[in-house]
């Protein structure tokens, strides 16, 4: 890149302000299309903010866990709302056949998290992704959890050691285009497949209600409230 660091940063103000032209070399660095050249490999908070604003991305919510949790669901315009029931694998959220092999096909990895098999990765960038069930079983039992209502809708409030908090909406599930559950149950996919389940039909979620959370085994066509996370 031919031009200087005091240069570059002139650049990003006139085209911050609106009457620059950004005439840079994209690069993958963070996940979506950097307006940085990839020598420099930075990307200004204000582009990551707008960013995300356009992609209806949560804001990270730091638990004092190993990753940062998502503050809303994907599909949602606030934290108590559901978002999308999306099955395991579904990363364009749009199926809803209960064939278990369109998820996302008969010979799953054990982990999507990440990949393009992954809906957080694929509508929100960066590295937002499905936890694994390590996360989920940390935040579990590293977490106060809470059955709480906000705005109408029940669900379970979880603070973490470090005063930081995020509701998971009870939203239930969707199985084919019927819904079941909702305010009573909260059902959220983890990233990984249960190996051992007949022909792999099955991948672990985190579901709760007011009795406390766990990690089960469900159908993998099953569409479920998406929490994404964060690598720190």
């Known amino acids: 890149m031919s031009q200087t660091l005091s240069d570059l940063f002139e650049t990003l103000k006139q085209a911050r302000e609106g009457y620059g ?3 840079l070399f ?7 299309d950097s307006i940085l050249d990839d020598e420099v490999e930075l990307t200004p908070a204000w582009w990551i903010n707008e960013e995300r604003q356009r992609r209806g991305t949560g804001i990270p919510v730091d638990l004092g866990l190993s990753v940062l949790w998502s503050s ?21 959220g749009n199926l809803t056949s209960i064939n278990v092999d369109d998820y996302p096909c008969s010979d799953p990895p054990e982990d999507i998290g990440g990949s393009d098999c992954d809906i957080a990765r694929e509508r929100w960038a960066e ?7 390590a996360e989920v079983q940390e935040l579990i039992q ?10 109408g809708i029940p669900g379970a409030q979880i603070i973490g050691r470090n005063g930081g908090s995020i509701f998971l909406p009870a939203a239930g599930d969707r199985y084919g285009t019927d819904y079941e559950d909702a305010y009573y149950y909260g059902r959220y996919w983890t990233s990984e497949l249960r190996p051992d389940s007949d022909e792999q039909r099955q991948a ?4 709760f209600s007011q009795m406390g959370p766990e990690i089960v085994p469900l159908v993998r066509h099953m569409g479920l409230s998406i929490r994404p996370v964060l690598e720190k």
């Open 142 to 151: 590293k977490c106060q959890w809470r059955w709480t209502v906000i705005n």
């Open 204 to 207: 672990f979620a985190m579901e």
């Open 21 to 23: 032209i950004l005439d």
């Open 72 to 92: 809303r669901n994907v599909g949602a315009a606030s934290g108590e709302l559901p978002g999308l029931y999306v099955g395991w694998g579904d990363a364009g």
């Open 127 to 133: 590295t937002w992704r499905l936890p694994t069930r």
């Open 26 to 32: 994209p690069a993958e660095c963070d996940g979506f």
